[in-house]
């Protein structure tokens, strides 16, 4: 069973996630003849408080992928919800053997950056994984 032990910071339990266009952003990008982003490295933070994740809109927007529909999201600092814009992505985790995976997910794009991470990797991504938060021993774990 592939599995991902991430240290617990003072920012919390913050990975290396690796985000590309989704299948559904590659079809609509190659069938308007733009160039297809290519995937990036960036850093999410494991967050059970977040009913959905979120990427920071910077690093979406900025990547040439294409917006569709509204979102809503809470993010740090606010107890309101932000509206954001939504997007198809693949988000990539590499396992403790060095294997990547990948799943597709949409993810609202969002102001979210804090601290050192760029996302926030909430429930609707987690509920695919057995997930652990040992705090005393300063780990969580991701299972799948």
Known sequence: MPQLAVSISPYGAVTQ?????????????QAAGQPVPAETAILGTLDTGAGVTAVDDSVLGGRGMRAANGCQASVPGSYALASGRRYEIDVGLTDDLGNVHWFTLDVCGLPVAHGVSNALLGRDFLSRFEFRYDGRGGQATLQW
């Open 17 to 29: 996630v690796r985000i590309r266009p989704g299948p559904s952003q590659v079809q609509a990008l």
